[in-house]
C-alpha cells in the first residue's frame, strides 16, 4: 500500500528496495515520494528540476544506488550545473568522475 505523502505529520516509511516502484527511497527522507514518481521527474523535469533532482540523489544516496537513476555520461556531461547542488560530496564526485576519465571509462571530462 502506498504511503500517504499528503499529510507531513506523519512519519513516511523510507526504504533502500528501489527495485519497488512504490517505496519511497531512503535519500528522499525531506523530499518524499516513490521511485516511480522519481523516475518520471527525471525523465520530464525542466533541466533546474532535474538538475535539482540529480544533486540530491548523488548527494544523499549511496554511491551503488546513484547508478539506478542515471548513468556516469550524463553526470560527466551536466556536472558544470550538478556541481552546486552536491555540497561537502561535490570533491569525491569530482575526483571519481575524473579518475574514470583517466582511466577511460568515460569518454569526456566532466564539464
Known amino acids: 500500500m502506498p504511503a500517504d505523502l499528503s499529510n507531513p505529520e506523519v512519519a513516511v516509511p523510507l526504504s533502500s ?3 519497488d516502484e512504490n517505496a519511497i527511497p531512503y535519500f528522499l527522507w525531506d523530499d518524499p515520494m516513490p521511485v516511480s514518481e522519481v523516475r518520471r521527474r527525471l525523465a520530464t523535469a525542466s533541466p533546474q528540476e532535474r538538475d535539482r533532482l ?23 556531461a551536466r556536472f558544470s550545473s550538478l556541481s552546486r547542488q552536491l555540497g561537502r560530496r561535490r570533491a569525491f564526485w569530482e575526483f571519481l568522475l575524473n579518475r574514470w576519465h583517466k582511466e577511460g571509462l568515460l569518454e569526456h571530462r566532466p564539464a
Open 17 to 19: 528496495d528501489l527495485d
Open 54 to 76: 540529480l544533486g540530491k540523489i548523488l548527494r544523499e544516496a549511496r554511491d551503488p544506488d546513484v547508478w539506478r537513476f542515471t548513468s556516469p555520461e550524463e553526470v560527466a
